[in-house]
């Protein structure tokens, strides 16, 4: 099960990655159709994009927030095992 969840975390994570820079692009090209600069339209489509898409990937972004939640929590419990046996606890081992 935790092999399917590695893919799905990266998938994810690029597919919000992308709509976010898509959702710049867009603002962008918008405002550069009404005769903005460039530079200024690329500025302005960061500056609005980034709340934005945060209220319109808000799914995708709560289903990438969840991937790395447990991504970290898998981390922090084989590290604890790794300290546990560095310390020579006996948790975990057979006697």
């Known amino acids: 099960m935790s092999d399917e969840k590695a893919p799905n975390l990266a998938r994810d994570l690029t597919l919000y990655l992308l709509a976010r820079f898509v959702l710049v692009a867009v603002i962008a090209w918008a ?3 009404a005769t903005v600069p460039l530079l200024v339209a690329l500025l302005i489509g960061l500056v609005v994009g980034l709340p ?3 209220l319109l990937f808000r799914g995708l972004n709560a289903r990438v927030t969840a991937g790395l939640a447990k991504r970290n929590e898998k981390r922090a419990r084989a590290r604890a095992e790794l300290r ?3 310390r020579g606890d006996a948790a975990g081992q057979p006697e």
């Open 31 to 33: 405002l550069t159709l």
């Open 52 to 54: 934005l898409g945060l």
């Open 84 to 86: 546990a046996q560095l």
